[in-house]
């Protein structure tokens, strides 16, 4: 009886109650893509899409399409209700799944228009950010094959290229930890419209340094081997090298390898005289998958190849070194190291002027343990 | 002796786990951090340790007097008149204990799931629950405690996902922050590991012998402890030292940006898991509570108070209001809870072992 | 042992002619005062036949109620060898002939009373006393497989109508001693048996004696079937959870009498009452056991979780649509916001349309005959539907929900379990209408709370969950090996917990 008279006042209370928080899937427009763009004005030019479904009918096929709408406002926030009371239903923007940074945007501080993200409860923090050469509004407009909605196109292309080892897996939660952290950096995707608008296509890294896009990025080769200096590898690692220098150019000069095993050491020492040095340690297993020459079988070819290998990848890796300092981007974490294990040496230091001036040293080793069904 | 009010010594375990692990759990890595820093892990291993000391004199004080709760002994050794009021004041701070748990969990779920809801709304529904379960006989209570604690398994598994995506480096310098900043860092942990206290109260219910009382409690603690801890190095190693600083629910944080396949938002998930821990602390400490009233009114039962008790706490809790009157609460509570909860146990054993009180005529079993 | 059962079997008679003495007066020397007097108590009822013989030097008259009598058997037992008879001395010549049970009485109640039972009475001329033949007639229908409870293997017989049949049913497999068999009757006005089957031994004796104590205290006039008994012994008839088991099984019957449970049957009625149970006893079924034991464990643990689908399902749906639908993944948010796009219907309305409905086809399809049953079945499952879906009223993916919940619901081997989950299912949708995720859960935890203090003979009801003992996990929740289960479960507080020891001690010998 007793049981039954709370169960009772339970459910009147939840009765009387209402529903304030009612949210119906129904009533909301999903945002799954945006972007955002600096103006030449200052303000903020920023654009979602909206996949909607119409109904067939019944046994009809429904059809998708895509809705974007555009608003320019001072905050991000501010765009967001310009734009709810440009469309049907309430703006969600839980389902973001990717945000596209106009080049000149990222160029400012990114936190200023990340922080209404970080701050609402219902976004998804694994939506993923990427920077966009130029105008981002000009890529979530892309009219794709088939109306395909934007997001779907920019995901599936960016997790095949995570396997390929072209793209991290950095959503904005990740990049918050790293944007905060002095002694680190991030880098995110690089996207580029295609000349005639038709396609878009990742073409690297945007480096960023703290908060702000430093304005250069690292080509896809560049990006793998930036990853395999990071000891991240996805599915494939594939690289393709001259190694015979004949004056004609013939398809037969190159060798192409994918890393099937790897080890990375990084070792970050200070010395008494306060110089810091990095030394980066690669040690690549590598399959080769096209190789037309087909002399794979003789003894000296593989250690030949494993050394020319070798050389090619170093100077690969010295460019990308030079390049993330230049950017003074920090996507190593040598930083953070020189906070854990030197915390006395790190207050003495300005990261910010002194990170370029460090010595990173990389070195890296091939050795070719396959060649695929044939020789 | 209580026939029916006994508990196992497993339950007791149970019991004070689930009163320990409550409201604290989310945001404990935060608060710690805020004073010993990548440190915090090491506060939390030693306001273990101090914990096993404060249980250690519970017990003595328990052995002494068997079958009697904390409420009971007051008067005995400290006069009747002062026992009463010593006994009003714990009940009382137990009771601002449970409102304590009903002002953190309100405001959380205003913050995290239902913004729109008025938060009496929120934290009527706990105080219902509350009550249907307080009202109980201690058995159930503890039957509840036990099995609710297949959850934490959830927690556990959900939190250890986070270890893919660790940077251990954020640990690092270790011990760095200086041993008297960890220290003060254990005191911010006050909140998160009281529940202990129950022991005061449930102790003479427990059946079995003395020392196995003390292993129960034991394993309780290292329990706790050791889920606390790796609950502050998970978060600690997923988020960057400058990222704690502006998140106060970092477990919570930590748990919202997976995704699996079928469920994203995986914090909504925790949350509701993380709320039958919050009810379960509610109930004890209603319970603890709602027993000193009772012994105050020389009532042999306890089931006629809880809802007062709960009536008053919610009062409490709906009081208390805004950001700063809670972070005074917090304040007095922590700091009233250190004087009661864990000095003055220390003391009435003292004074017991110089003036020779102790129960006469009880088999020690 | 012979012995103890003769003493018992004693015992039990005495008991029977103690509760059937009635105050009344006694039988006149007179027969026709007597024959009247019977016919103003039945109040001259059209069925009461007497029958007198003259014969040698005594006169007799039969009465009997002719409904409730088998005709062929007076004639042939009573009325013949009456006739033989040629002298009546004293009482031994009546019962020497007539060769079926026979009592003599002296009261008349309690003659009246056994007319009306459907014995025989004999009444001799000028003597104050009166036999009491057994001749009554069992109209019983045959022995059939419970159409509730089909197994695919095992045993295919179901309780009947009749105590005496099921207790043999019962007996049959059982063949100890220490089965025990008591008998009440309950109902002032109906005088039903009702008879309490326990091992002795085994079954708890507090419990014996508690279930005595509750059934005695029964003032009721009438008991029709056997939850009648329920309602009036249960712990809480609040709780939206049956307290007792009811089968119509004797093999499941009969497991659980060997687990220390104790069996209530009433006369009349096809099923037993098992108590005390637990939670899980209703997620049981013989099949678990004629299957192998992966297969039973598979089987236990998708009934248990059909218990949350039934009641969880569409209030995570509610919720889920209504509240919090972030939590679902990015490639399933589309197709499933494209079909809710258009419904006019809040959720929780969608959901409780769609409830009732199937609710409705199921009650029209128990009052049909089986074969309009299955067209109602049909028509209401198929055709409303798709109907409602073209029409745009209830979207795919409610009906999805509400289809697998209805199913969810019926998995469950017992049919008042699965009543409980038919209604509780409707608070957690409210809950979840009000206030998504945490309405559910606490809806959940009272549940749960309601469950950890719900006892049912004093045996807690959520057992072995709350109180947790995990070996009691292997025949409760799981089901391991017959060989594997050594002791009973412990919730019936059996006096004796060990049930076999190594009974595949074959095993060592092979080795050597």
């Known amino acids: 009886?007793?049981?039954?008279?709370?169960?009772?006042?339970?459910?009147?209370?939840?009765?009387?109650?209402?529903?304030?928080?009612?949210?119906?899937?129904?009533?909301?427009?999903?945002?799954?893509?945006?972007?955002?763009?600096?103006?030449?004005?200052?303000?903020?030019?920023?654009?979602?899409?909206?996949?909607?479904?119409?109904?067939?009918?019944?046994?009809?096929?429904?059809?998708?399409?895509?809705?974007?709408?555009?608003?320019?406002a001072n905050t991000p926030r501010e765009a967001q209700m310009k734009i709810d009371s440009k469309i049907s239903g309430t703006?969600?923007?839980?389902?973001?799944?990717?945000?596209?940074?106009?080049?000149?945007?990222?160029?400012?501080?990114?936190?200023?228009?990340?922080?209404?993200?970080?701050?609402?409860?219902?976004?998804?923090?694994?939506?993923?950010?990427?920077?966009?050469?130029?105008?981002?509004?000009?890529?979530?407009?892309?009219?794709?094959?088939?109306?395909?909605?934007?997001?779907?196109?920019?995901?599936?292309?960016?997790?095949?290229?995570?396997?390929?080892?072209?793209?991290n897996h950095e959503n904005i939660e990740s990049i918050f930890a790293k944007m905060l952290d002095p002694g680190q950096d991030f880098l995110i995707p690089y996207i580029k419209l295609d000349k005639n608008k038709s396609r878009a296509s990742v073409k690297g890294l945007a480096m960023f340094h703290g908060n702000k896009y430093s304005g250069k990025h690292l080509t896809v080769d560049q990006s793998i081997m930036y990853h395999l200096m990071e000891n991240e590898k996805g599915k494939m690692a594939r690289f393709t090298k001259k190694v015979i220098s004949s004056p004609r150019p013939s398809m037969n000069n190159y060798i192409t390898v994918n890393v099937k095993k790897m080890k990375r050491k990084l070792k970050v020492e200070v010395k008494k005289s306060g110089e810091i040095n990095a030394h980066i340690h690669l040690n690549l297993k590598m399959d080769v998958i096209e190789y037309p020459h087909n002399r794979l079988a003789s003894k000296e070819e593989i250690p030949k190849l494993n050394e020319m290998l070798s050389k090619e990848l170093t100077k690969e890796a010295k460019t990308v070194i030079k390049k993330i300092q230049e950017a003074n981007c920090d996507g190593l974490g040598i930083g953070r190291r020189i906070i854990a294990f030197y915390p006395n040496r790190w207050k003495k230091l300005n990261w910010e002027v002194d990170y370029p001036k460090i010595q990173i040293i990389p070195s890296v080793h091939v050795e070719i343990i396959s060649h695929g069904i044939t020789d | 002796m209580k026939s029916e009010h006994t508990i196992t010594q497993g339950q007791l375990v149970f019991y004070i786990i689930q009163t320990q692990i409550g409201i604290a759990l989310l945001s404990l890595p935060y608060t710690l951090f805020k004073v010993s820093k990548q440190d915090a892990w090491i506060s939390i291993l030693i306001a273990g340790i101090f914990v096993q000391i404060f249980l250690v004199i519970f017990w003595l004080l328990n052995s002494r007097f068997p079958t009697l709760t904390i409420y009971e002994i007051l008067p005995k050794l400290i006069g009747k008149i002062l026992g009463k009021v010593m006994v009003f004041l714990y009940a009382f701070q137990f009771t601002l204990f449970s409102s304590a748990v009903l002002i953190f969990y309100g405001h959380l779920l205003k913050i995290w799931v239902l913004e729109n809801t008025p938060i009496f709304v929120v934290i009527l529904l706990l105080v219902f629950t509350g009550v249907y379960l307080g009202k109980q006989n201690l058995r159930i209570i503890a039957r509840f405690s036990v099995f609710v604690s297949f959850f934490l398994l959830v927690l556990f598994v959900l939190v250890a996902l986070s270890f893919k995506d660790a940077n251990f480096l954020y640990l690092l310098p270790m011990a760095k922050t200086g041993w008297f900043t960890i220290l003060k860092g254990s005191k911010e942990a006050t909140l998160a590991i009281l529940g202990f206290d129950a022991y005061l109260v449930i102790g003479p219910f427990v059946q079995g012998p003395a020392k196995g009382k003390l292993k129960a409690v034991t394993i309780a603690n290292l329990f706790v402890t050791l889920f606390y801890t790796y609950l502050v190095v998970a978060s600690l190693a997923y988020f960057s030292p400058e990222e704690m600083k502006i998140i106060p629910e970092p477990i919570l944080y930590l748990i919202k940006s997976f995704s699996f396949g079928v469920v994203e938002r995986t914090d909504l998930v925790f949350i509701s898991i993380w709320m039958v821990m919050v009810t379960t602390s509610f109930v004890n400490y209603l319970y603890i509570a709602s027993t000193g009233v009772a012994t105050l009114f020389g009532q042999p039962s306890h089931s006629k108070f809880v809802p007062y008790v709960a009536g008053v706490a919610a009062l409490i809790a709906l009081f208390i209001d805004n950001r700063e009157t809670i972070k005074f609460f917090t304040k007095f509570v922590t700091n009233a809870g250190m004087v009661l909860v864990l000095f003055l146990p220390l003391i009435l054993l003292l004074i017991s072992y110089l003036t020779r009180k102790k129960e006469t005529g009880v088999k020690n079993y | 042992m012979v012995l103890f059962k003769k003493r018992k079997k004693k015992n039990n008679l005495l008991k029977k002619t103690d509760q059937t003495q009635v105050e009344g007066p006694l039988i006149f020397s007179d027969m026709n005062d007597n024959l009247t007097y019977i016919k103003n108590h039945l109040n001259h009822t059209a069925d009461l036949k007497i029958q007198t013989i003259r014969n040698g030097d005594f006169e007799t008259a039969i009465v009997f109620i002719e409904t409730l009598v088998d005709?062929?058997?007076?004639?042939?037992?009573?009325?013949?060898?009456?006739?033989?008879?040629?002298?009546?001395?004293?009482?031994?010549?009546?019962?020497?002939?007539?060769?079926?049970?026979?009592?003599?009485?002296?009261?008349?109640?309690?003659?009246?009373?056994?007319?009306?039972?459907?014995?025989?009475?004999?009444?001799?001329?000028?003597?104050?006393?009166?036999?009491?033949?057994?001749?009554?007639?069992?109209?019983?229908?045959?022995?059939?497989?419970?159409?509730?409870?089909?197994?695919?293997?095992?045993?295919?017989?179901?309780?009947?109508?009749?105590?005496?049949?099921?207790?043999?049913?019962?007996?049959?497999?059982?063949?100890?001693?220490?089965?025990?068999?008591?008998?009440?009757?309950?109902?002032?006005?109906?005088?039903?048996?009702?008879?309490?089957?326990?091992?002795?031994?085994?079954?708890?004796?507090?419990?014996?004696?508690?279930?005595?104590?509750?059934?005695?205290?029964?003032?009721?006039?009438?008991?029709?079937?056997?939850?009648?008994?329920?309602?009036?012994?249960?712990?809480?008839?609040?709780?939206?959870?049956?307290?007792?088991?009811?089968?119509?099984?004797?093999?499941?019957?009969?497991?659980?009498?060997?687990?220390?449970?104790?069996?209530?049957?009433?006369?009349?009625?096809?099923?037993?009452?098992?108590?005390?149970?637990?939670?899980?006893?209703?997620?049981?079924?013989?099949?678990?056991?004629?299957?192998?034991?992966?297969?039973?464990?598979?089987?236990?643990?998708?009934?248990?979780?059909?218990?949350?689908?039934?009641?969880?399902?569409?209030?995570?749906?509610?919720?889920?649509?209504?509240?919090?639908?972030?939590?679902?993944?990015?490639?399933?948010?589309?197709?499933?916001?494209?079909?809710?796009?258009?419904?006019?219907?809040?959720?929780?309305?969608?959901?409780?349309?769609?409830?009732?409905?199937?609710?409705?086809?199921?009650?029209?399809?128990?009052?049909?005959?089986?074969?309009?049953?299955?067209?109602?079945?049909?028509?209401?499952?198929?055709?409303?539907?798709?109907?409602?879906?073209?029409?745009?009223?209830?979207?795919?993916?409610?009906?999805?929900?509400?289809?697998?919940?209805?199913?969810?619901?019926?998995?469950?081997?017992?049919?008042?379990?699965?009543?409980?989950?038919?209604?509780?299912?409707?608070?957690?949708?409210?809950?979840?209408?009000?206030?998504?995720?945490?309405?559910?859960?606490?809806?959940?935890?009272?549940?749960?709370?309601?469950?950890?203090?719900?006892?049912?003979?004093?045996?807690?009801?959520?057992?072995?969950?709350?109180?947790?003992?995990?070996?009691?996990?292997?025949?409760?929740?799981?089901?391991l090996p017959i060989w594997k289960l050594n002791n009973r479960p412990l919730d019936p507080h059996p006096q004796q917990l060990k049930q076999q020891s190594n009974s595949r001690d074959w095993g060592k010998d092979d080795e050597k």
């Open chain 1, 1 to 72: 009886m007793k049981g039954l008279k709370y169960l009772l006042v339970l459910l009147c209370l939840l009765f009387l109650s209402g529903c304030w928080d009612q949210n119906p899937l129904k009533d909301s427009s999903l945002a799954m893509a945006s972007s955002s763009d600096l103006r030449s004005d200052g303000k903020l030019l920023y654009a979602a899409s909206f996949p909607r479904s119409t109904q067939g009918g019944k046994g009809g096929s429904q059809q998708q399409i895509v809705e974007i709408v555009s608003a320019t």
């Open chain 1, 91 to 167: 703006f969600d923007s839980s389902k973001l799944r990717v945000l596209l940074i106009g080049e000149a945007l990222a160029k400012q501080d990114i936190n200023l228009f990340l922080d209404v993200l970080y701050r609402n409860p219902k976004t998804a923090l694994s939506a993923r950010p990427a920077v966009v050469e130029g105008m981002a509004i000009d890529l979530i407009n892309l009219k794709l094959i088939g109306g395909e909605e934007i997001s779907k196109y920019l995901i599936n292309s960016m997790q095949s290229l995570q396997d390929l080892t072209i793209v």
């Open chain 3, 71 to 479: 005709k062929e058997l007076i004639q042939d037992k009573i009325i013949d060898p009456l006739f033989q008879l040629k002298s009546f001395k004293d009482r031994e010549d009546i019962a020497t002939v007539i060769n079926l049970e026979t009592i003599s009485c002296s009261n008349l109640s309690q003659a009246v009373n056994d007319l009306i039972n459907g014995n025989t009475l004999l009444f001799v001329s000028t003597r104050a006393y009166a036999f009491s033949v057994n001749t009554q007639k069992f109209g019983n229908r045959s022995i059939t497989e419970p159409s509730s409870e089909k197994v695919v293997r095992g045993a295919h017989d179901g309780f009947i109508e009749s105590l005496g049949v099921n207790i043999q049913l019962i007996r049959k497999r059982i063949l100890n001693p220490n089965l025990t068999v008591k008998y009440f009757s309950v109902g002032k006005e109906t005088k039903t048996k009702v008879a309490l089957l326990y091992m002795n031994q085994l079954a708890n004796t507090y419990l014996i004696t508690e279930i005595e104590r509750r059934i005695d205290s029964i003032s009721t006039d009438f008991i029709m079937p056997s939850s009648y008994l329920e309602e009036l012994i249960e712990d809480s008839s609040f709780s939206p959870f049956p307290q007792m088991l009811n089968t119509e099984r004797p093999d499941r019957t009969m497991a659980n009498l060997l687990e220390g449970r104790v069996v209530l049957l009433v006369d009349n009625t096809p099923t037993a009452l098992i108590l005390p149970v637990t939670f899980f006893s209703f997620y049981q079924s013989p099949d678990d056991y004629n299957s192998r034991f992966f297969l039973g464990t598979f089987f236990r643990i998708v009934r248990l979780l059909s218990f949350s689908l039934a009641v969880g399902l569409p209030s995570l749906y509610i919720a889920i649509i209504a509240f919090h639908y972030e939590v679902l993944p990015d490639q399933l948010i589309l197709p499933v916001k494209s079909s809710v796009e258009n419904i006019p219907f809040p959720p929780l309305l969608e959901a409780l349309i769609m409830l009732i409905t199937i609710e409705l086809i199921q009650e029209a399809g128990i009052r049909l005959p089986t074969t309009i049953g299955q067209t109602i079945g049909i028509v209401g499952g198929l055709v409303i539907g798709d109907a409602v879906v073209s029409a745009g009223l209830i979207s795919n993916t409610m009906l999805v929900v509400v289809a697998i919940t209805a199913i969810s619901s019926f998995v469950v081997p017992s049919t008042e379990m699965s009543g409980s989950m038919r209604i509780i299912r409707f608070p957690f949708m409210l809950a979840a209408a009000t206030m998504g995720f945490i309405g559910i859960v606490f809806c959940f935890m009272v549940i749960l709370i309601h469950l950890c203090k719900l006892e049912s003979f004093g045996t807690p009801y959520f057992a072995p969950l709350t109180p947790l003992r995990i070996t009691d996990f292997k025949d409760s929740i799981l089901r």
